[in-house]
RNA sequence: GCUCGGGUGGUGAAAUUGGUAGACACGCAAGACUUAAAAUCUUGUUUCCCUUAAAGGAAGUGCGGGUUCGAUUCCCGCCCCGAGUACCA
């Protein structure tokens, strides 16, 4: 019989379905291994071969761990909240909940077609109100909690509401707004109620402020900062603009320390954790207070600089546009200039930073600022160069030492004084921290940390600044005007949010007549007729962003059944933390930090283990698409004609190339059959070939359906089989790069399969496995793979393997190898690459009815790899001339006797003397001459 | 601009610690089997030079230098491609 790899893998993916052969238990003898995928959208185009591509590697992980005697947890699931179902129920009335069923319905078939190893058991849906529930409740964690810094940990907001009725706000440390009021113990326990919870909203994780966000039009929503792509809308590409809204966010720069801190001890990819670190975008300097007498005693601004020490540079304060005090510093001379800069800054902003092009500009508000150390005057300046969101939104200007500051005051003619005798300031700013400070009062003659520490100490001691640490890493925007996410479990009264209570969680999204914000500007969830809390109070009429599901998944395959808990203790205790986990590099600043926060929070709050979440992280890379061309010749008119000429040939007419369906070409060459059915106007196509073939032409882009370059999973797999899709997904190239899909080639791997399905069958098909010993070669054969597989595995390259695997099968093949010995542990080592031909072949061999997934892997012996011998490459002068078989043993005067007497080394050392030989056992033997 | 990847045959790629560059596969060419095709098998396939052929020679991992007996691998400078990020004070 021949390989048949259509019966086989539908009889393989039944038994497992069936036998529910992944299940796994939450209790074992064996180690434990969580291996993890990120979760897909199910969007309504289905998979395509790039998205498997990172599910075949962490698949192929998890078989192997298992083969290896280990417990493993490999689930999967669906992050089923999400914009495109909402903008399909918009423009159909269909219920999202309709559509994503549907397609999560088609996604699994995809996947079950594929043949992973998830234990579907624990299926989870972030959509699901069972799901959802355990989001909602995290979030009544994060609102029920504050940010203590002297324990640096979040706690219950009871302790912090302990502290207020003992001591007041006097001595709280806590990350918090900055317009917190301080009272006694007294005076806060004669607060009104709503006056307490006024204020503690102002250190609660998960609060209400109003803040500036993106604002959406098009899509009628905020998005967070890693949503918005060029001043643009990451999905869809309408613009954004800033907007003042009450907003929940999340406080997630009170772990800013902490999670620039666990890079360190999480094995990621360098470029991922280099991408967190600039996002948290740590920098350490001083704040410095510039008092502003003509405003009143004691009013002042606050700017903040990495370079204190360039502090006697300075020749303006420089704030963005929007800053609060902008009308306040206004001079009423100055009036009609500062109105029209703010005006021209807001036209401006939205085209220029699309045409990233920055001319200098800016304007004199009119008053001053008094420098707090040598007492002078200081002018006080508006420029859209500074950014209202980073530090206090004001800088101290020290053009001698910044670009632009230099810029700006070149343009504006401010004076520009060199504050170090190595500064060169020749038509640019120099900033340097070599030399000596000049022009610099206390600190002139001193080098650059000697500067610093005095400065500190000084506006320390003068009560005008001291050291501070900045993060460019904003509070997360907890919020959507839209209706397809979690509900917020909160209810208004007299103005004031509120929990609902635990016991009706989960908060149910109610249904709406249509999926489109209110008349008054409302969410959609204000259409919703009679969704009152008890009948009475205004619920929260947005609903949580699109990472809220996805921040705790990992928690939820643990234990998914539970309904009294997001996990129990014990799972979560014996599962810990994800040992491996795969996914795009696209989720670094988004899902992969949020996901970092939210672990540290339930680690505050004793309900998990560990710090960190993801022990080890690879990033797959993207596979791209890859078009095929057909060329359409054109008439004297420049009118397209049905003829079609090779790629070849094609510069020979006028033509125009048109995206043809890659899946009508094989290696580049055009079914001309297909290609007249592909479009009604081809019908009666002519072609121009080249050699009797028309030659597609070829360009890498983005894999989708209006390129014709979408190949589906299922295609391949209906023609080659699974074990053949999975093998050359990962023989395509390291997993971690992206790379074009490109079907040409996939031959090779099914020829593979087939050449091993005959290692154990005998000419007329029959299955015939020989008891005999085998030889020491197969031996070899078999423990080179062995050893092979096991190393490629652990460094997570899987293409290697599969050559290798290719290697092994020839060798054997030429060997006329049907030995059970070897064959039997071969189709262990390979199990985890091709599951279902290794299952069949393995019931052949004779082995107990049921499947090799929990087999061992096989031992290595490195006996079987030891070699008397080795064929030495000789070269002479680095270059090799010859090969020479010498025992293993041999030592180096030997081996140089040997290789001197050798007449091929004779004829090219040409008489000249021999100065040294080099000779590296079991490697290679140079002379020098 | 800054940060991080990457650059090897016609194509995807390999070379794990500085030790025979191009394994393995695709494609292509030639051949065997076949009435024919498919499938299968065999041989060849980095480039250039020399040669009827056999054999031989030279160059070669983006470019230019360096270290070394020996460099795809290490160091310095540069070019190109991709990703991220960008007035971050």
Known sequence: MDYHHRAIEKKWQKYWAEHHTFRVDNTSEKPKYYVLDMFPYPSGAGLHVGHPLGYIASDIFARYKRLKGFNVLHPMGYDSFGLPAEQYAIQTGQHPAVTTEANIKRYREQLDNIGFSFDWSREVRTSDPSYYKWTQWIFMRLFDAWYNRLSDRAEPISSLIAHFESHGSKDVRAVCDDDVRSFTAHEWGVFSAAEKQLELLKYRLAYLRESTVNWCPALGTVLANDEVVNGVSERGGYPVEQKKMMQWSMRITAYAERLLNGLATIDWPEPLVEMQRNWIGKSIGASVR???????????????????????????????????????????????????????TQKKSELDRMADVRAVSGAFTGSHAVHPLTGKDVPIWIADYVLAGYGTGAVMAVPSGDQRDYLFSTHFGLPIVAISDAQQLDGQADSTKEGRYINSDIINGLAYQEAVDVLIAKLEEIGAGKATINYRMRDAIFGRQRYWGEPVPVYFDGGLPKLIEEAELPLLLPDVDKYLPTETGEPPLGRSKGWKYRGEFEYELSTMPGWAGSSWYWYRYMDTQNSREFASAEAINYWRDVDLYIGGSEHATGHLLYSRFWNKFLKDMGYVP?????????NQGMIQGRSNFVYRVLDAQGKGTNTFVSYGLKDEYRTIPLHVDVN????????????RQFRPDFADAEFVLENGKYVCGHEVEKMSKSKYNVVNPDDIIDQYGADTLRMYEMFLGPLEQSKPWNTNGIEGVYK?????????????????VSDTAP??????????????????????SFNTSVSSFMICVNELTDLKCNKRAILQDLTVVLHSYAPHITEELWGLLGNEPGTLSYAAYPAFNPDYLVESEFSYPVSVNGKTRTNLILPLDMDQPEVERAVLANEDVQRYLDGKPVR??????GRIVNVVV
């Not at 560990?610 to 690879?618: A, G, N, S, V």
């Not at 009508?664 to 297909?674: A, F, G, P, W, Y």
């Open 610 to 618: 560990e710090e960190e979440p993801f022990k080890k992280l690879i």
């Open 290 to 344: 510039f008092d502003v007498p003509t405003l009143g005693d004691g009013e002042y601004i606050e700017v903040f600089t990495t370079r204190v020490d360039t502090i006697y540079g300075v020749n303006a304060l420089v704030l963005a546009p929007e800053h609060e005090w902008v009308s306040r510093l206004t001079t009423p001379g100055q009036q009609a200039e500062i109105a029209a800069y703010i005006a021209q």
């Open 752 to 768: 593979f399969l087939r050449k091993l399905w005959k290692l154990f069958h005998d000419a007329s098909g029959n299955f015939a």
């Open 916 to 921: 040294k030989v080099i000779f590296v056992k």
């Open 775 to 796: 030889t020491k070669a197969e031996w070899k054969a078999l423990h080179k793979i062995i050893k092979k597989v096991e190393e490629d595995i652990e460094r997570f």
């Open 664 to 675: 009508i070409v094989s290696n580049d060459v055009l079914n001309l059959e297909k290609f």
